[in-house]
């Protein structure tokens, strides 16, 4: 039997790249490997799930599959290990989008892309689950890169297509200076103030490490007269998943990103997605949502008027998104996924 493994810097309940390193676990099991999770930090709640790096050795016989997405002593672990070496990159945030508010995790950021050179010809086989983040490895000499987008568990689509009176509009995600959500605040304030006063918007995720950028956001939104602005921080899935059948909208307004999964979770709920078109978000929507070259608040507030007060709109949308989620579905990633490793497992 192949033995597939997965190493990962830190491995934490609901984030997104230990959900992927399970996502790719299930599969490698399911087509006939060994297969083991393992980080250099595991949350005591993952005890059991995944393997501690410091207790881990690698054999020439494995598959080590490295997850990089941000500085972690497991790279000198992973460029020194006997195993056949695969790299997944993605990407790693410009340590200059956080430094205003974690300086620490900005220079371990910028540390983690400076080594990305280091990883030139180290693999036998290079993936990225865009193909913005495949630039950035082309652009650091990995010239054979393949793209898998991310192995999501989707919901359901709602039918339920009548705008609600009191529309939600909705956010997801670690709340992160890249992620600029003073821009979104802005938006909504327009929208609110001109638009429908009964809208509220709600931001879904974690500040942890972000803490001084989520009170500046909360005296922002006061200073701006913006009402039912909520930050509820980490959500156990099966809440953050009851307000993705709650919300009118979704908003994205983030400057860098090498995916964005929350986007596609929205399209999965029949929530209409307005996004800024930065980083990956055009090309993960692939169409499937309303895209804005454009940093003018007073645009995205009518693009939120538009997705959630037009029938026509949304109906439209609600085609291009079942169209996109037929095309990320588990079983074509799976298989993006499984004629990426051929190579590497049919010689093992």
């Known amino acids: 039997m192949r033995s597939v493994h997965q190493l990962l810097a830190s491995a934490v309940p609901g984030d997104a790249v230990t959900d992927q390193a399970f996502a790719w676990r299930t599969v490698l099991r399911h087509s006939g490997c060994r297969s083991e999770v393992i980080g250099e930090h595991v949350h005591p709640a993952l005890a059991g799930q995944v393997f501690e790096l410091r207790a881990t050795r690698f054999r020439a016989s494995e598959t080590l599959v490295f997850h990089y997405a941000v500085w972690t002593r497991a790279l000198e672990r992973f460029l020194n290990a006997p195993s056949t070496r695969v790299l997944l990159y993605h990407n790693i945030t410009p340590g200059d989008l956080l430094r205003d508010y974690n300086p620490v995790l900005a220079d371990h950021c910028d540390r983690a892309r400076a080594a990305m050179p280091r990883l030139r010809g180290q693999c036998a086989a290079v993936i990225a689950d865009s193909e913005f983040n495949a630039t950035e490895l082309r652009a650091n000499g990995m010239d054979d890169v393949s793209v898998v987008p991310l ?79 909520r930050f509820t921080g980490r959500l156990p899935r099966e809440e953050r998943d009851a307000w993705y059948r709650r919300a009118s909208a979704y908003i994205c307004s983030s400057i860098h990103e090498g995916f964005c999964a929350p986007v596609i979770e929205a399209l999965a709920n029949g929530v209409p997605v307005v996004a800024r078109a930065a980083g990956a978000v055009p090309e993960t929507l692939g169409g499937a949502g309303i895209v804005l070259d454009d940093d003018d608040p007073a645009v995205y507030a009518e693009a939120l008027c538009e997705v959630i007060s037009s029938q026509s709109t949304r109906a439209q949308l609600a085609r291009a998104a079942e169209r996109r989620l037929v095309e990320l579905s588990p079983a074509r990633v799976a298989d993006h996924m499984q004629r990426a490793l051929a190579p590497v497992l049919n010689g093992q």
């Not at 909504?188 to 001084?212: K, M």
Request: no cysteine; charged share 30%; aromatic share 8%.
């Open 151 to 229: 192995l999501l568990n989707l919901s359901a689509r709602r039918t339920d297509e009548r705008p609600p009176s009191d529309p939600v509009v909705l956010s997801v995600g670690r709340l992160a200076p890249n992620k600029r959500i003073e821009d979104m605040l802005k938006a909504f304030t327009l929208y609110q103030r001109y638009r429908s006063p009964e809208a509220s918007l709600l931001l879904v995720g974690p500040y942890h490490e972000f803490e001084g950028y989520q009170r500046a956001l909360e005296r922002l939104a006061e200073r701006l007269g913006a009402r039912s602005v």
